[in-house]
């Protein structure tokens, strides 16, 4: 039979002085109490760091949570030198006069607040570690914020047209994500989408299509808005590669802009259209070709192989045996072949220089017949990159897939 606990047993096992969690709070009240940081400290530290988190590669914005969006202060102000002496790259000369110095304080979110103060990273993250990044990522700050607002400006021009039948839609989640950081402005995009255009249809009516493109172009440049003509546009666009071409056309005269590609193996839809970056930029290079035939010729094929081969049996009943013809291509052409903005300018740059050739050896008097087969920002380039008043005539085809053929279907110019 147990014994009962006696009145004395259970007194003593309640005694302060055998409670181990008693002794742990009396060793925390006898620890010192780090000095408070003075608020105007505080609210120059924010302003500085842009209230974003001043470890190197983070930038997460510390005034809401990433995950459930709600409202709040989750920033830590950490020390560089400890404000005591035993603590994290601290020493009895510099903590005490450093503790509320800002030059010693940084704004960060709580896992890299957490991070540079483990015994195991304190070589790493040593003082002159983050005082560089406190450096870097505040002059960064400084310098965009002191960028006059029109500097940022753009406006989105977001055009959809279905191929065959489908409409792939351009989410505005998509767009501001592939604009920012570099244009920090709200965003509101203008918009044109043709959900039901015949793809099959004749000449007259693709170019029946040209006059909405115009006018919604010139709508979105400002030139039917009464106000200034738009410094800078970014440009999202999906559909079939004639009209993109037209598309960049009517862009042209825009003192700046950004043509913006759609990544079919994009992670997530919010990054469909936002350029890939931190490739090496081993890429292919693109390659001019010339047949040599028919140099003295007025009527010239330019045949366009980037995200596509072009079968020459989808040419023969268009393109003569007279005609001259040119090519541009990669090696190993691709809808995936796309992936950096270089690869676009270095298009641009190929392409601009082979329609200066063709006028100089063929005469300004030619025609040129394109045959495409682009990533939808080349096509749009394709437009932008011509001058009106000097480049020939220029017409664009369309492939019937159905009869295995090209059709010209716009005069671009």
Known sequence: MKKPIQKSQKTNS???????????????????????????????????????CEFKGCNEYLYYDQLT?????????????????????????????????????????KKHAGEIDLQENLEVYNKFVLRQYKKEHEDRIKTLTSIHEETFKTKPLVFSVNIGDRLIPIS?????????????????????????????????????????????????????SGGPLEKHISIFAIGPMPFLMYLGKCVGDVPGYDVYQSFRDAADEKNRWRWVEGINGNYETYVTIFSGKNQDSKSVALILEISDNIHSNHLDSVVQENWAVYKIRVNNPSVFYLKQKEQLINFAYEYRKLLDYIKFTHGPGCEINIFPALPVSIAVQCGLSLLPTKDPSIYIYELYKEEAVFKRVLKLQ
């Open 14 to 52: 309640a005694s302060p002085s055998n409670n181990k969690v008693g002794t742990k709070k009396a060793t925390e009240y006898s620890k010192p109490k780090r000095p408070p940081i003075p608020t105007k400290t505080q609210l120059r530290l924010w302003i500085e760091a842009g209230g974003r």
């Open 69 to 109: 969006l709600s409202e709040a202060n989750y920033s830590n102000i950490a020390h560089i030198v400890a404000w005591v002496k035993t603590g994290p790259r601290g020493n009895k000369i510099e903590s005490p006069l450093l503790a509320k110095d800002i030059s010693n304080l940084m704004l960060m979110c």
């Open 172 to 224: 505005t989640e998509s767009v501001f994500h592939a604009i920012k950081p570099k244009f920090a402005t709200k965003l509101v995009s203008d918009s044109l989408t043709i959900n039901d255009f015949n793809h099959n249809a004749g000449l007259e009516y693709w170019q029946g299509y040209t006059n909405q493109i115009k006018n919604f172009v010139d709508n979105v440049k400002g030139k039917y």
